[in-house]
């Protein structure tokens, strides 16, 4: 027969455990022996108390406690009330119109951020991997070789430096305008694409200047069709119209205007890296040309 081996516990453990039942179980017995006193000493009648006021009760007033008890029904019918959560209050503030235009300008505003920033890196502009291996085949005579380089390379250098070999032919300053023609071309592409960000930057507001002058005649129109006292909630709904569409306009253009200042001077910095490296690389080459 299989014996369960049960361990020891320690005395210490098991003398408080005993002493904390002993504790309970008078405490219990002692609050049941008091509750049971203050129940018979509540029973016996007072013997100080005259037997005229013993035997008629106080009469109750029943208007003073009337409103106590709807007050309490108030407060139980009020706390049933499912409360409305932030985004439905915002929703129906802006209702569906203001928030689609919202989220649009949300949505291509983060699309526009992520496309200028791959497209101003500096593996997308100005590769420094791409300046060391076309100066090493340009060391080494390897002209045909950098022309190729350059071309193949997915960059506003690598573009730059191909359409300045290709020119290279007709002379050195043909080379160097054609360059500079490239580098002007890639360098409006960039900023043709930031600008659609401070577009945003510039509609936003707008939107929601627009809803804040739109709120502010919603609830100017329930002030003077409400008579003298109008409803709260209906003006509270104009005036929600116009707070939360200035903070949307406001959230999307500040962080729209700050990128498009940052990527606009970053893509400046690199560009200008570009005519510097270009020029530098194709110097060797300013005795081409001239007679």
């Keep these: 027969m299989v014996q369960l081996a049960i361990p020891a516990w320690p005395k210490w453990i098991l003398t408080g455990l005993t002493a904390l039942a002993l504790v309970v179980g008078l405490g219990d017995s002692l609050s049941l022996n008091m509750t049971s006193v203050l129940v018979a000493?509540?029973?016996?009648?007072?013997?100080?108390?005259?037997?005229?006021?013993?035997?008629?009760?106080?009469?109750?007033?029943?208007?003073?406690?009337?409103?106590?008890?709807?007050?309490?029904?108030?407060?139980?019918?009020?706390?049933?009330?499912?409360?409305?959560?932030?985004?439905?209050?915002?929703?129906?503030?802006?209702?569906?119109?203001?928030?689609?235009?919202?989220?649009?300008?949300?949505?291509?505003?983060?699309?526009?951020?992520?496309?200028n920033l791959i497209t101003s890196a500096r593996s997308k502009v100005c590769p420094v991997h791409l300046v060391e291996d076309f100066e090493e085949m340009l060391d080494n005579k390897q002209y045909q070789d950098a022309y190729e380089l350059a071309k193949e390379h997915e960059s506003v250098l690598g573009s730059v430096l191909s359409a300045g070999l290709a020119k290279l032919s007709a002379g050195y300053p043909q080379a160097i305008e054609a360059m500079q023609e490239i580098g002007e071309e890639e360098n409006m592409k960039l900023e043709h694409r930031l600008s659609y960000m401070a577009l945003i930057g510039t509609i936003s507001p707008m939107v929601g200047l627009f809803g804040t002058v739109h709120g502010m005649i919603a609830a100017f129109q329930v002030i003077a069709t409400g008579g003298s006292t109008p409803?709260?909630?209906?003006?509270?709904?104009?005036?929600?119209?116009?707070?939360?569409?200035?903070?949307?306009?406001?959230?999307?253009?500040?962080?729209?205007?700050?990128?498009?200042?940052?990527?606009?001077?970053?893509?400046?910095?690199?560009?200008?890296?570009?005519?510097?490296?270009?020029?530098?690389?194709?110097?060797?080459?300013?005795?081409?040309?001239?007679?």
């Design 41 to 115: 000493q509540d029973d016996l009648p007072d013997e100080n108390v005259p037997e005229e006021d013993n035997a008629e009760p106080a009469p109750v007033d029943n208007e003073n406690e009337a409103p106590a008890a709807g007050e309490d029904g108030a407060a139980g019918g009020d706390g049933g009330d499912a409360p409305t959560s932030y985004l439905a209050w915002v929703f129906d503030a802006l209702g569906v119109g203001y928030t689609l235009i919202f989220l649009a300008l949300s949505f291509t505003l983060v699309a526009l951020f992520v496309m």
């Design 231 to 291: 409803e709260a909630s209906e003006l509270a709904g104009g005036i929600s119209t116009a707070l939360f569409t200035t903070l949307l306009g406001l959230a999307i253009a500040i962080p729209a205007i700050a990128v498009y200042n940052i990527l606009k001077n970053r893509v400046a910095r690199l560009m200008l890296e570009v005519g510097i490296l270009s020029e530098g690389l194709m110097g060797r080459f300013e005795g081409v040309g001239k007679k």
